[in-house]
Structures are given as structure tokens and as C-alpha cells.
């Protein structure tokens, strides 16, 4: 039962921290925040934990929660900015993934010092950056593919359903495509038919992760109510200070 309790500590501490971002460095923080999570989220991914719930017991990887503020974040722009600088935070968040892939593949080429420590070391990067080449191109087509469709249809459902109290189809009705766009693009592109992954475990990883993120987002609409309500005396395109 940790792990389930914890989790949803876990989850409040993510939106909290992001809207403290958004609270202390306005829409800036946004694109700061995005850049960050798509490194940690692809960290996080390495671990993976179970979850005791409802008489299962369910296998997850961690960064599904981090993983979803980025759809928090590009909502939040799409909502208060427009759709134009939602696009520019999906672009700004691909060129984090794709830079922090390439530098840190090029880290672990170096030859570390013969002696135990530097070796442990190298050990432990590897396991964090060292991805199969099919995960790093899972990661990266379904992010560029699934945030471009969830501004997509936020705009959309935001011409739709435009008044204050609907915000809430807003995001959850943008998250919930678009999260099963993603879900499915990395699970194929990662999973399917590679040794060891039989067609009842691919479904089994895509409906387990798909039902996480959903839950993830579904917690995620009170702070995007919350953080709609920031007001601002001036936006500033730089750091405080």
C-alpha cells in the first residue's frame, strides 16, 4: 500500500511544484517547467514499481505523473495565451528531449577512469541514459505526435466549449485522445514484436499506462482551474531579476 499512498503524494507534490512555477516566473516558468519534464519523465521511466489497488496488483513505470504536466502546462498556455504559444512550448520541449538524448549519449562514449568508483558511476548512467535506440524513438515520436494533437483539439474543443466552467472538457476531453495517441504510439514503437513481449503483454502495458495517465490528468483539472486564475501586472519574456 505504500507505493499507492505515496504515489498520490507524489502527484500533489508535481502540481503543486509546477503551479509555484507558473506563481513565481509567470509564463516563462511554463516553458522552464516543460523543458524539465521531459528530461525527468524520461529518467523516471527507468524505474518501475506495483501497485496494489482494488485486489491487483499493477506494474508501472514512474513518469507518468511528470509526464503529464506537460499536457498541464501546454493546456495552461493554450487557454490563457492561445494556441500559438502552446504550439511554441510543444516545439521548446522537443528540442529539450532531442538535446538531452544526443549530449548524453555522447557523455557515455567517454572512457571513464579505470578505478571502481568512476566505473560504478558510468554503470549508473548507462542505466539511466543508455536507452535502446527503439525507446528513444518511441519517446520522441510519441511526444511530437500526441502534444501537436493536444492543441490541436484543446483549440478545438475550446471554440466549442468556450465558457469558464467547461474548461474542465477542455483539458480532460484533449488529454484523454491525445494521451491514447501517445500511450499507443511508444508501446507500439517500443514493444511490439520484440523478444520477450507477446501481444497480451503489449495490451497489458498499453491499458495499464493509458488508465495511469488518464487518472493523472483527471487529478491534474483543479490546479489548471487554479493556475487560470494567476493574474499577472506585466508578462515578462526573461527571468526576474
Known sequence: MFNLWFGAIFML????????SYRFFGRIGIYAWIGMATVLANIQVVKTIDIHAFGMIIAITLGNTMYGTIY??????????????????????FFTLITSTIIMQMALLFNPLNEEFPLQVQGAMETLFGLMPRIALASLCAYFVSQFLDVKIYSTLKRLCPAPNQLWIRNNGSTMVSQLVDTFIFCTI???GAPGYSSKLWLSIFLSTYVIKFIVSL???PFLYAARNFTFKEEKESLPG
Open 190 to 192: 517500443a514493444f511490439a
Open 219 to 221: 487529478c491534474s483539472t
Open 72 to 93: 498541464l502546462a501546454s493546456d495552461l498556455l493554450n487557454e490563457k495565451y492561445g494556441e500559438k504559444a502552446a504550439k511554441r512550448a510543444v516545439w521548446f520541449g
Open 13 to 20: 507534490v508535481h502540481f503543486s511544484l509546477f503551479l509555484l
